[in-house]
């Protein structure tokens, strides 16, 4: 059937695009993360709060993956990050070929670490590799608990989740091991962080994730 192939070649392009992405920022020794989400669960926020703890340590820049705003872009530019707007033109995710893009106005070599925040949607981003070192989810308990059933693709295809806005557990009357517990039954390797943005609560657990992922990265780099 031609959709068929239209959509195979479609994700073959992808996946070469992504495998070269994947190339050039390891040979840079930069360590990337696909961040990604539904919309309102606090990524650009966790950025903000993580730039302010790491910009001291960690040369850090980010690709900001956006509708048709550059507020995200504005807000992770103010923290002292270089960022890279992408603009998809209410396109609901990122693809290799646009990072690709992205990634040519960057100055590579003179980074450690490297956010891409997607688009803020739980279906087709799961589908599109990036050249990323590792995808990190990040879910806000106000979704709820039933998120991971419902979009297991996504749950799947990340390490980590940040289970964020977990200052207000209390007033939702819910439980982190609940959450936990459904994100497990759909992904039982998944590394579970449960933070609060706003709070600062449970961060150092991820920034201490980020600074392992960065060493290690470097020192392979090194070798090659
Ligand atoms: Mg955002
Ligand atoms: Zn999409």
Known sequence: MVTVKLMENVMKANEAAAEANARRMEEAGIFAVDMMSSPGSGKTTILERTLDALG????????????????????????????????TGGACHLDAKVVQQALESMDLQ?????????????????????????????????????????????????????????DLLEVLEMDIREVADEIRRVNPRMKILPVSARTGEGMEAWYEWLRVEVRRTRKSAVRA
């Open 56 to 87: 001291g340590e960690l040369r850090t820049a980010v690709i900001e993956g956006d509708l048709y705003t550059s507020r995200d872009a504005e807000r992770v530019e103010a923290r002292g990050a270089q960022v890279v707007q992408i603009n």
């Open 110 to 166: 003179g980074h450690d670490l490297l956010f891409i925040e997607n688009v803020g949607n739980l279906i087709c981003p799961a589908g599109y590799r990036l050249g990323e070192s590792e995808r990190v989810m990040v879910l806000s308990v106000t979704e709820g608990v039933d998120k991971p059933e419902k979009y297991p693709a996504m749950f799947r295809s990340c390490s980590v989740a940040l289970v964020n806005k977990i």
